[in-house]
Structures are given as C-alpha cells and as structure tokens.
C-alpha cells in the first residue's frame, strides 16, 4: 500500500491554480527558503499519512474539483506516489499541477530525488524554482511568489489559464472551527 505524508488539503481553492482545485501540502522539505509561508511543512516526521487511493478518492468526491495542485513542504521528495495519484487524477479528466522548490532542470538531472521524471510526466503545469525573498512579488497578477520562479505549462490546453495570482489571500473554514490560510507568501500583519 503506497502512502503519503501530508501537512494539509482542501477542496475548491482558487488561488492554487487553474480553476477551483483540490490541493495537497506533502509534509517534508530541505530547502527552508527565508520567508517561507509553510515553515511547518518542512520536517519530516509523519503528520498526516494517507493511502494514495484515500487521496484520489477524496479529490474525485467533489465535482466542483477540475484538478489537484501538490505544494509543500517539497512534492518532488513524495514523487513517486504523487506520480501515482495524478496519473489516476488524470485519467479522471482533471489536471494536475506542482509547485516545486526545484527548477526543472534540477528535476530532470541525475540528482533528481526518485521518481522525480515519472512525476513531471504526469504534471499538467509546474511552477518550479525555490522562493527567493529578496525578490519576492507583490503583484496580484502574478502567479509566482518571486521573480526567479517560471510556470512551465505541458499541456497546451491550459496556457490561456495561467490567471491564478500568488498574492491572493485564500481563507478556508472547516466545520470543526479550524481555519487554512492559502494562496498567500508573504506575512500576515
């Protein structure tokens, strides 16, 4: 039974991505980027773990969902099981995207973490490169947080649909009380 190790998810985002999507924070990063908005994704002890047909099911529950975004901590460092639940995503006909704190060069040399090319096989877009804070964007146009980021679009499909904004704050309350702030890299005053 392959697993996940996540810190969160939420159905319906708009801030994330194309579209209203599912997104998925994988727990575990090395890179701890100065300013990072998800410091507590960054060990790697287990949180959340979830089977890969958990999570798929849970995306494909919600109609509303035309795709699932893996954002971090690192998704490249859970590749392989991620590449696992977008190909089935896809096969679903929802598109499937990643931010990535490695650039796409990075992720398809040799020291790429495993399973790194079978998940960029799978990705509709990726929005490589680490978060730079002294050149962050402010801009709510733009959907990287710092100038050094590029989204690479693989599916010619979704280029007119680069129109999410990175500056955006995204505010989720569940029915426990607990609330998920997304969509936004700077600092909350």
Not at 54 to 74: K, M
Request: hydrophobic share 40%; aromatic share 8%; with cysteine.
């Amino acid at each position: 039974m392959v697993t996940l190790n996540i810190m969160g998810y939420v159905n319906r985002s708009e801030v994330n991505g194309p579209g209203s999507r599912a997104v998925v924070w994988v727990q575990g990063c090395l890179r701890a980027c100065t300013g990072c908005f998800n410091p507590a994704s960054w060990p790697f002890e287990p949180n959340q773990i979830v089977t890969v047909d958990e999570l798929v099911e849970r995306i494909l529950a919600d109609p509303l969902n035309e795709g699932v975004t893996f954002s971090g901590g690192e998704p490249f460092w859970q590749a392989t099981a991620l590449a696992a639940v977008a190909q089935r995503i896809k096969a679903a006909g929802l598109n499937t995207m990643a931010f990535s704190g490695f650039t796409l060069a990075e992720l398809q040399s040799s020291d790429a973490p495993p399973g790194a090319q079978t998940l960029l096989d799978q990705l509709d877009i990726l929005v490589d490169g680490p978060f730079v804070e002294s050149l962050a964007l402010h801009d709510p146009t733009s959907p990287v947080s710092s100038r050094n980021q590029r989204v690479r679009v693989f599916n010619p499909v979704l280029q007119s649909r680069i129109n999410w904004a990175s500056d955006q704050i995204e505010v989720h309350i569940f029915k426990d009380g607990s609330r998920l702030v997304t969509g936004y890299h700077g600092q909350l005053d």
